[in-house]
């Protein structure tokens, strides 16, 4: 049998022995759906954070968002269909038309008008509390993440990272 194959069993071995919940990080900073681009980018900067697991308001996790998210939205410009459900959020569920003056005008602010939902990334890599930690660990590498959010009943409770797996490894060393 390979020498690391061992290892891997050991690591394994070691990590059934925690319960995921035991090590997540409750204390995590969310954002809205419904936020403009403009809050978002406050809240970074305010928070010191360059992403942020995304909740809908019943507190479901519905995506992920981070700085890079921000700066490609601000870098292009905006799709028909982006442009077309910004004039229907301007006009309300009645309809109407805005001359093309004003919807320039609206590009330029668009990250006033534009919410989080439209620059996210929707497909959230999640967990349930009661996975085994070595199958989280799995998942993280099996994934290529650095992140993995943990929910219970689908709402999000917290996360944890790939540096705090390697931590609870070390510190058992």
Same mark, same amino acid.
């Given at each position: 049998?390979?020498?690391?194959?061992?290892? @891997?069993?050991?690591?394994?071995?070691? +990590?059934?022995?925690?319960? +995921?919940? #035991?090590?997540?990080?409750?204390?995590?900073? !969310?954002?809205? &759906?419904?936020?403009?681009? %403009?809050?978002?980018?406050?809240? /970074?900067?305010?928070? %010191?954070?360059?992403?942020?697991?995304?909740?809908?308001?019943?507190?479901?996790?519905?995506?992920?968002?981070?700085?890079? #998210? @921000?700066?490609? /939205?601000?870098?292009?410009?905006?799709?028909?269909? &982006?442009?077309? %459900? $910004?004039?229907?959020? /301007? =006009?309300?569920? /009645?309809?109407? !038309?805005?001359?093309?003056?004003?919807?320039?005008?609206?590009?330029?602010?668009?990250?006033?008008?534009? *919410?989080?939902?439209?620059?996210? *990334?929707?497909?959230?890599?999640? !967990?349930?509390?009661?996975?085994?930690?070595?199958?989280? =660990?799995? !998942?993280?590498?099996?994934?290529?993440?650095?992140?993995?959010?943990? *929910?219970?009943?689908?709402? $999000?409770?917290?996360?944890?990272?790939?540096? #705090?797996?390697?931590?609870?490894?070390? *510190? &058992?060393?």
């Amino acid at each position: 049998m390979p020498e690391n194959t061992i290892a @891997i069993d050991d690591i394994q071995e070691r +990590l059934n022995q925690y319960a +995921l919940k #035991d090590f997540i990080n409750k204390d995590l900073l !969310t954002a809205y &759906e419904g936020w403009s681009i %403009k809050k978002l980018s406050s809240f /970074f900067v305010k928070h %010191k954070v360059s992403g942020a697991p995304v909740i809908a308001s019943d507190d479901e996790l519905v995506g992920v968002v981070t700085q890079s #998210d @921000i700066v490609r /939205f601000e870098s292009r410009e905006p799709s028909e269909r &982006e442009m077309k %459900k $910004l004039v229907e959020q /301007f =006009c309300g569920p /009645f309809g109407g !038309t805005i001359d093309p003056a004003e919807i320039r005008r609206m590009q330029g602010k668009a990250n006033e008008h534009c *919410t989080v939902n439209s620059i996210m *990334t929707p497909s959230v890599i999640s !967990t349930d509390v009661n996975t085994s930690m070595a199958k989280a =660990c799995n !998942t993280v590498i099996k994934m290529g993440i650095h992140r993995l959010f943990v *929910t219970e009943k689908g709402i $999000l409770i917290g996360v944890i990272s790939a540096m #705090d797996i390697l931590k609870l490894l070390v *510190t &058992e060393e």
